[in-house]
């Protein structure tokens, strides 16, 4: 487990404050000893932020391993595609224990397999290009993925897809995806990583909105009411901001 980042640590934080405001507006009309309302509204605060903490860990690991799967089958998919297509298509001869017999097509013992990756998914115009070089015997087409028009035409003529998922995981159990070079992507700088840490809109707004309402609440007749929408806000603020949180 990454260690805690300034994001994680902020979000606790903040929900910790949210947390002992709502509280101390809630307590203070039902204890009357400020210092026992103010260790109450503490310990329902820790309490809180100690909730919190575990949930977004348990989040961000869920993110992490999830993020990460993604990130290798971009960089499998990227890789094939930089690949020359007949290179890509002997290793995938390999994998499905065909004949490479030229160009981007493997010989099956039930019909022909087509490789072919391409950066951008591909379209009705691939799929007929290929069709018309192995004479409609195509069964089996290998690739990263496939516009709409493009797999309604794959369907029409019986072609069974295999996409980039499953691609990889049939290199990998034959245990040829070691011999593919993964291009490792440039990592956002620190500035950019910032910026989209701090896209959660709504949490300003909300919280300073709660806690207008929560301070009225000290000077008007009928506080229970703004102290009941102050805290709704002040909740809604914190979990915007956990729920938005993708650190």
């Known amino acids: 487990m990454k260690k805690l980042n300034f994001a994680l640590v902020s979000d606790c934080l903040f929900s910790i404050l949210c947390a002992f405001i709502a509280a101390f507006a809630i ?6 000893n400020l210092a026992l309302c ?7 605060a820790l309490s809180a932020g100690i909730i919190c903490l575990l949930y977004l860990l348990n989040k961000r ?5 999830s993020t990460a799967s993604v990130k290798t089958l ?3 998919a990227l890789s094939l595609a930089l690949s020359r297509d007949e290179e890509n298509a002997k290793l995938f001869a390999d994998a499905l224990d065909g004949t490479y017999y030229g160009g981007n097509y493997i010989k099956l013992a039930d019909g022909d397999a087509a490789v072919l990756f391409r950066v951008n998914p591909l379209d009705a ?46 290199l990998k159990d034959k245990g040829l995806s070691k011999s593919l070079k993964l291009p490792e992507a440039e990592r956002p700088n620190f500035f950019k990583n910032l910026k989209l840490k701090f896209k959660r809109k709504l949490c ?12 009225f609440s000290f000077f008007t007749f009928y506080p229970a009411y703004y102290v009941a929408a102050g805290t709704a806000l002040m909740i809604l603020s914190a979990l915007s901001l956990v729920f938005g949180q993708s650190s």
């Open 27 to 32: 307590m203070r009309f039902y204890v009357e």
């Open 38 to 44: 103010i260790s109450l509204s503490v310990a329902a």
């Open 61 to 65: 690991e869920k993110l992490l391993e």
């Open 74 to 76: 971009e960089k499998f």
């Open 125 to 170: 115009d691939d799929i007929a290009a290929l069709l018309k070089q192995c004479n409609d015997k195509l069964r089996l087409l290998i690739c990263n993925s496939l516009s709409d028009d493009a797999e309604k035409l794959a369907q029409f003529f019986g072609i069974e897809i295999c996409s980039a998922g499953r691609a990889h995981a049939l």
């Open 204 to 215: 300003p707004p909300l919280f300073f909105s709660g806690l207008t309402l929560i301070a």
